[in-house]
């Protein structure tokens, strides 16, 4: 039964998520091992893996042909981060229709705060289970659930139990949180990793029980003793978590005002020793901060560059920022200023990663006129190659700079997050 301010919580994740979506699109590989990759790229990692290849050995992060070695008949295939965006994207217009409460956690994961939905839909499990047939018939992915008064609680119920149960729900809270929860050893807690996880053995405290079971001041001295006196609100954030305490709610649209916009790229340092070779992809990410820019009304004062130089052993970073005499997003303008910038604070090293920013934003419905530049003609022009990429794709218009060898754009223009679309 519910408290009077209790809240009931999920958090929902589609299970091995790439190769779920993968396997929907490809049903001949419905009971074969299937993993996310390149495969053309033996070195490259495993993004996903089918719960077949897991069975087999096959594990996130390790290199393709590792895996392969695991598992001979492993169906390995070439990622597409659009496809998933959009499913992911289904996925929450489903969870939509239960509450308008819905949080991305991650692109598989979501929260969502069914507290006002129990009296229209059934409880918290029939909730769950309606959700799950929702998403496996459209769109083949199996959820896991976890339920939970708390955001953490429910994110705990799923990472530790609802995953390695057949119907792939979980209900964790107080009536359960000692019985369930405490035993588990200590790497298991949420944000505790294998650094932290060694802290916690010295002190004596193996078991998420042994952190719960402190009074709040014991555990901060304890914390103090072993990690110095700044410890104080990592205590306070670990006994929390330990008891399933989290006062955050849950928040459909996490997106406030933007403060920056930017963009980086990593390069192959030993292509990137010439200037000429450098500008290019400078120009080119100078172009897609402005279109970002413009594409949620803003224009901004400072400009930013970064960099990473390298001599082959050793690594040296410069970031400098020069301040505009007035608001911009016309490439060219940012462009001059970047370039000077990189001119100045270069040592001449070949480059390893390139990065742009634009920050002191403000809305670009007004703009300073200049004296000798026509503005309003070149943001004229600036709006309508934005209105041909957003029709037409990044690649159906762009600078000639960009088809050179040392260009980038029309290769970043068929990835997202670094990956294929």
């Not at 993004?47 to 492993?74: H, N, S, Y």
């Not at 769950?128 to 119920?157: E, F």
């Not at 995953?163 to 035993?183: H, T």
């Not at 901060?220 to 700044?230: A, V």
Request: glycine residues 8%; contains cysteine; proline residues 4%.
């Amino acid at each position: 039964m519910l408290g009077k301010n209790e809240r009931t919580i999920l958090l929902i994740d589609g299970q091995s998520f790439y190769a779920s979506v993968e396997k929907s699109a490809y049903p001949e590989y419905k009971n074969k091992p299937v993993a996310v990759g390149d495969p053309d790229r033996k070195s490259g990692i495993i993004l996903a893996a089918c719960p077949i290849a897991k069975a087999r050995g096959v594990t996130t992060a390790e290199r393709v042909f590792e895996a392969q070695a695991k598992c001979p008949d492993l169906i390995v295939i070439r990622p597409r981060m659009q496809r998933y965006i959009t499913i992911s994207l289904l996925i929450t217009k489903i969870f939509e229709n239960f509450t308008d409460l819905v949080e991305p956690y991650s692109i598989d994961e979501q929260f969502l705060d069914i507290t006002g939905s129990l009296a229209l839909f059934g409880s918290s499990e029939e909730i769950a289970r309606q959700i799950q047939a929702q998403v496996l018939a459209s769109t083949g992915v199996w959820s896991r659930v976890g339920i939970g008064p708390t955001k953490i609680l429910a994110k705990t119920a799923t990472d530790n139990f609802a995953k390695k149960r057949e119907d792939g729900i979980f209900q964790l809270g107080p009536e359960n949180i000692e019985k369930d929860l405490w035993p588990l050893p200590i790497n298991q807690m949420f944000m505790v990793a294998s650094r932290m996880t060694k802290h916690f053995v010295r002190m004596g405290l193996p078991t998420i029980g042994h952190v719960a079971r402190l009074e709040l001041g014991d555990f901060k001295r304890r914390m103090r003793r072993e990690m110095g006196k700044q410890a104080d609100i990592q205590a306070e954030y670990y006994w929390q978590t330990a008891r399933g305490i989290d006062p955050s709610p849950v928040v459909p649209s996490i997106r406030g005002k933007l403060k920056s916009v930017s963009h980086g790229k990593a390069l192959r340092s030993h292509l990137y020793k010439k200037i000429e070779d450098i500008e290019v992809v400078l120009l080119e990410l100078v172009v897609e901060v402005c279109r970002r820019a413009r594409r949620h009304g803003y224009m901004g004062r400072v400009v930013s560059v970064g960099a990473v130089e390298t001599d082959g052993e050793r690594a040296f970073h410069f970031g400098r920022q020069l301040t505009l005499p007035h608001a911009t997003s016309l490439t060219h303008e940012v462009a001059a200023a970047a370039r000077k910038l990189f001119i100045e604070h270069w040592r001449g090293l070949p480059i390893s990663r390139l990065f742009i920013s634009l920050t002191d934003l403000a809305g670009d419905d007004v703009y300073q006129l200049t004296l000798f530049d026509n503005r309003p003609a070149a943001y004229a022009i600036e709006h309508a190659t934005d209105s041909i990429k957003d029709r037409y794709g990044d690649t159906a218009i762009m600078r000639a700079s960009s088809l050179l060898n040392s260009g980038v754009a029309r290769e970043r223009a068929g990835q997202i997050g670094g990956h294929y679309k």
